[in-house]
């Protein structure tokens, strides 16, 4: 019987996010590929979701102990307050491979009772250098602080990942970065729905930037593109996203060429990638994934990125990638001007699914499984 735990970080529906989305579907992936999946989840606010029982056999959940003392811990705060005895108590019930999404919740790789198990880590970031990259965006001296301290304290913990049988990364990057230090990596595309639309594409002379703008990396994104790109045109810019902050609010506010969308459906994003004449993806952290990257690929028609955003992924070539002002600005003007063909997005997405199709996922993680229990029992016999 094919059997899995996998350990979530958070409540993986709805899935709204970039992590979840990957923990969610991963899950589905493995379900419908005959797999009795063990979801066990941290929950913090998000509470107990009926839904995650159609993509997991059993699911549970743990309190995520938010503490203010566990800033002093001398674990990161991220898996210090994921620690959790009735996890271990439940993970030894079934002796089945354990799935640990993140670093986030790693405390108990180390943990003797656990040593016999294959134990496999999904990566979505190299931790310590996104929370670098965190406090060099951040304007509050005292998150600032935090995360440098939790920085140090992540890059101390990941020393752990060598007791995992294999390290699932999301990037090639990543995967360099792991496999030199633990040997261990193994570069697993992240699980995406890839919904397709039916809808008819009327291709419209905007701009469209979209992400979830509660996130700084995000928010810093679209004031640099208003700053430096929307002055320089005339075209419309659209900016759609969940939960900007008053500040962001308000400075697309001072654009009169502006329009924003806030926390747009699932229905009228796509509509907005969908028609949209380009797709400006910018990013100054070249962390990970970004699942709103394969969505536009999978949606919309031409994509406008920056290095930044498409590094490591293997997805370059299908995007147009400029690393100045001006090359980005020049470039909006020629890609409005000659819209992709239907054949052209549909050669696209043939690609893309070959890369991120779930069942190809659900595949890979089976094989992965099979080479690891084929190695111990040769290392037993």
Not at 205 to 211: D, E
């Amino acid at each position: 019987m094919k059997r899995i735990h996998i350990i979530s970080f958070d409540v993986p529906f709805p899935y709204d996010y970039g992590g979840v989305i990957d923990v969610y579907h991963r899950c589905k992936a493995l379900k419908n590929s005959g797999y009795t999946v063990f979801l066990h989840c941290f929950e913090y606010g998000r509470g107990e979701r009926k839904e995650l029982l159609e993509v997991a056999d059993k699911v549970y959940y743990y309190p995520r102990k938010n503490s203010i003392l566990s800033v002093f811990s001398f674990q990161p705060f991220i898996v210090e307050t994921r620690k959790s005895h009735a996890l271990l108590k439940n993970l030894l019930q079934e002796d089945a491979p354990i799935l640990f999404e993140g670093q986030h919740t790693t405390a108990l790789l180390s943990n003797p009772k656990l040593k016999s198990r294959i134990k496999i880590i999904r990566s979505h970031n190299v931790e310590y250098d996104y929370y670098k990259q965190l406090r060099e965006v951040e304007t509050n001296w005292f998150k600032r602080l935090f995360f440098k301290l939790e920085a140090i304290k992540l890059k101390k913990q990941e020393s752990t990942f060598i007791l995992a049988d294999k390290n699932f990364t999301v990037s090639h990057n990543d995967q360099e970065y792991f496999q030199k230090k633990y040997g261990n990596a193994y570069f697993l595309p992240v699980a995406n729905p890839l919904s397709w639309s039916k809808e008819k594409r009327v291709t419209q002379p905007y701009i469209l930037m979209h992400g979830n703008l509660s996130v700084k990396e995000n928010e810093h994104a679209v004031l640099w593109a208003l700053k430096h790109l929307n002055t320089q045109l005339e075209i419309p810019f659209i900016i759609a996203g969940k939960n900007p902050s008053k500040t962001l609010i308000n400075r697309i506010a001072e654009y009169t060429n502006t329009t924003l969308h806030n926390t747009p459906s699932n229905e009228a994003l796509n509509a907005l990638i969908r028609n949209a004449g380009v797709n400006l993806l910018i990013t100054f952290q070249a962390t990970g994934i970004k699942h709103k990257l394969i969505n536009a690929l999978c949606n919309g028609g031409h994509i406008l990125a920056n290095p930044e955003m498409v590094e490591g992924t293997g997805l370059a070539h299908l995007c147009t990638v400029k690393d100045t002002k001006a090359a980005l600005i020049e470039s909006i003007s020629t890609l409005l001007a000659c819209p992709l063909t239907e054949n052209q997005i549909q050669q696209r997405s043939k690609e893309i699914e070959n890369i991120y199709g779930l069942e190809q996922h659900a595949h890979q993680i089976h094989q992965i499984i099979t080479e690891i229990k084929q190695s111990q029992t040769t290392s037993v016999g």
